[in-house]
């Protein structure tokens, strides 16, 4: 058995072969992609519980909601003081004797003066 190529079969056969690659190229790439994001074991593992029925909705205990309403008030206690001392901060605090020492600086966009 012999095998006879001409220059006309290595133009298909280099068709053939660019398609095939092309195809095998986008499943790999498609693969890769669906890998990164599909989500964690751990949420679709929670997904198919759920679906099953085998995981009830956490129930509020009144306790728990009572402690996370402290906490909140703490934190917007704790918010206000952070609040207050910026303010303080971006508002400086001279009396008249000092206001002479406050002057312009000349050009703002070289950062020198004049």
């Known amino acids: 058995m012999t095998f006879s190529i001409n220059p006309d079969n ?12 092309t195809i095998v190229s986008i499943l790999v790439v498609s693969l890769i992609v669906y890998l990164l994001v599909r989500p964690p074991r751990h949420v679709r593992q929670r997904r198919k519980a759920e679906k099953r029925g085998e995981i009830r909705p956490l129930e509020n205990d009144p306790y728990e909601v009572e402690q996370l309403w402290r906490m909140v008030d703490r934190m917007e206690e704790r918010l206000s003081v952070v609040e207050r001392a910026v303010d303080e901060q971006q508002t400086p605090r001279l009396g008249r004797e000092h206001e002479e020492i406050i002057e ?8 020198r003066t004049k």
């Open 104 to 111: 312009p600086v000349g050009d703002r966009e070289s950062g």
């Open 10 to 21: 290595v133009g298909d056969i280099v068709a053939v072969a660019s398609i095939v690659g």
